[in-house]
DNA sequence: CTGAAAGCGCTTACAG
DNA sequence: CTGAAAGCGCTTACAG
């Protein structure tokens, strides 16, 4: 069977004290160069690894945090969730940290308070929820764990302290994007959404849209149609929209992936792009400069906005209590689709 | 604080040792119904979960596995890894298992042993090794917890019987893919690998690849580069073999990322796919067929894998040790890449 | 059908 | 500088 760590101490001729003592790095402990010397041999010689889940039961953590995906199925088909898997597990590993990985399948309801307390993590990461999900995950940020919800914020101000957040700026970005467009001379300019608006960072995208529109003095009236996920679901979208009874000549895709499918559903349809409809997209995801049209996008930082949740989030489980909202500036990558490199 | 068995034992006005019982289903107790809902609706109201820690060291179980993927740089690329996590993630949680996913960032050692030890896991899966991982999986396997391999597959039969594998045949495939080009009538086929041929996957593919060739009384010489996962990388791989003395009329790319940069390496050249160099790839990813040449690829089945991979697992967890190898028949998808729908 | 008690392998005041 | 001992919150034979 494994060691244990009184068979260390045993060998090494010492207590369970010290042992663990030695292997935690307690600091205050002034235990000997030469005891230490000792129990690292001991431990190594036997192959000890501690029992991670007496540690935890002893020591009240479990040095692990959870990362809360809305529904897995995206991870299936957007990169960009990818993305944000890869980058907060990095810096849980640069922070000897474990990461759960946890989706909220259930619809009804989701669950976070269940997994905040039986999820074996001292912190929840949370990507992309639901409006519906913030008075849970407020309550679990005050009275189960410190919580960090990534990709989203709340829309007023005042209730925006409750949890700390990170992620790109869905309105503000939106409005860059529509804003850049209209800048070009359009006029109609439809919006097709990556996924359902029950999703915050879906909808703030879409009022980034008609905010700008209405700034301008144009109507988003008709030219409003939602993908689900897929670049499949955005060559349908586009369809619905080309069948639709509005003529438009631009179109701000919620992310990358539905872009591949508008490019395709307007070139079936025997459409150029950018001279007959412009695309203006979202996330700057690796193939964006690969696609057909090369995408003009707004690029944002997903592996900058996990690994600062991460930090956040270890800020929290080390004392510091104080909501922080984390945001960088994002920014517009012309490339072909929009039409403005052509001067 | 958080409620404990005790408490509701107390508050249902029975032993820890029925609450346990109850909650965990334990089939031999008959614990009578009247009691079995007291403790339900006292465990309900103090809104009880039982420490996940005492749970495991209690029970010498985790109730978690552990997803081992090789660089963890591969999830910002590539679509492929995103979508095994998920088929993991999703399989586990309908068998009440938790997922950590960790990685083996460290070059010399890879630190499988480690992993296993202090993982908090009841058994891996590795996606993708290097081939000098083999001995120590194998060992793990033997003597520290039962371990599946994702993606690949020992060469020799003799030793594969060591632990269980499951994945495409990158061999077979990749041939299947060459043959396909050789039957359109090309002959000089060159090759650009996904990633560096420490990959077991990467260099099945490069065997399948000269297999082929070799069967047909071809050559390959100097007709082989090796990108790094991006489609950036594979563009410039293109560009080296454009630069190459070896002239060629067809590519097998080593999975469809790489062939979106071959694309636009080709296309800046001025070449016309499949008219001047045809290509077929390796993956099938979701924007396969929404590139800027819709691509003739090896349709894989990672979400079957995945799921695959955990189910061997729990059979494994559950005392039956004998390796499984898990395979199935991937095909060719045609489309417009290698020039096979033009008869 | 149910309870008292040992034990899982650590950590951490506390005492020396 | 180091050790004896309590305790973390469960599970699980065992006894009744």
Redesign the interface.
Same mark, same amino acid.
Do not use: D, M, W
């Given at each position: 069977m494994?060691a244990t760590s009184a068979q260390v101490a045993k060998l090494a001729g010492v207590s369970r004290t010290t042992v663990s003592f030695v292997l935690n790095d307690v600091e205050k402990s002034g235990i000997s160069q030469a005891t230490r010397e000792k129990v690292l041999a001991a431990a190594a010689q036997l /192959?000890y690894? =501690?029992? $991670?889940?007496?540690? @935890? #039961?002893a020591s009240g953590s *479990?040095a @692990?945090i959870g990362l809360v995906l809305p529904e &897995?199925?995206h !991870?299936? &088909?957007d +990169?960009f #969730?990818?993305?944000v898997? $890869?980058?907060v597990?990095?810096e849980a590993?640069l922070n000897n940290m %474990? #990461? !759960?990985?946890? @989706?909220t399948?259930d619809e009804q309801t989701r669950g976070y308070? %269940?997994l905040a %307390? /039986?999820?074996?993590v001292d912190g929840l990461i949370v990507v992309n929820p639901r409006e519906n999900d913030y008075d849970e995950l407020a309550q679990i940020n005050q009275q189960?764990m410190p919580l960090v919800v990534f990709g989203s914020q709340r829309r007023s101000a005042e209730t925006a302290s409750e949890f700390s957040t990170t992620g790109s700026n869905n309105f503000i970005n939106a409005k860059l994007a529509v804003r850049h467009l209209i800048g070009l001379g359009h006029a109609r300019i439809a919006h097709i959404g990556f996924a359902s608006s029950a999703f915050v960072s879906v909808n703030s995208r879409e009022r980034g849209w008609l905010s700008a529109l209405e700034e301008a003095g144009l109507s988003g009236e008709g030219l409003k149609e939602s993908a689900e996920l +897929? $670049?499949e679901s955005g060559y349908e979208a586009c369809q619905r929209l080309l069948r639709g009874k509005k003529s438009f000549s631009a179109i701000f895709a919620g992310n990358d992936?539905v872009a *591949?499918?508008i &490019? %395709?559903a307007l070139t079936d349809q025997g459409l150029r792009i950018p001279d007959d409809v412009a695309i203006v997209s979202y996330d700057d995801t690796? #193939?964006a $400069? *690969?696609? =057909?049209v090369p995408l003009t996008t707004i690029k944002t930082f997903p592996?900058e906005h996990g690994r600062k949740a991460v930090r956040i989030l270890l800020d929290h489980l080390s004392g510091n209590l104080e909501p922080h909202h984390h945001r960088m500036d994002s920014h517009l990558i012309i490339r072909d689709s929009c039409g403005a490199s052509r001067g």
């Open positions: 494994r /192959g690894e =501690p029992n $991670a889940a007496a540690q @935890s #039961l *479990f @692990s &897995i199925h !991870l299936y &088909i +990169s #969730l990818a993305r898997v $890869a980058s597990l990095e590993h %474990k #990461l !759960l990985i946890e @989706s399948a308070t %269940k %307390k /039986g999820g074996r189960i +897929s $670049a992936t *591949f499918g &490019i %395709k690796p #193939l $400069a *690969f696609a =057909p592996e």
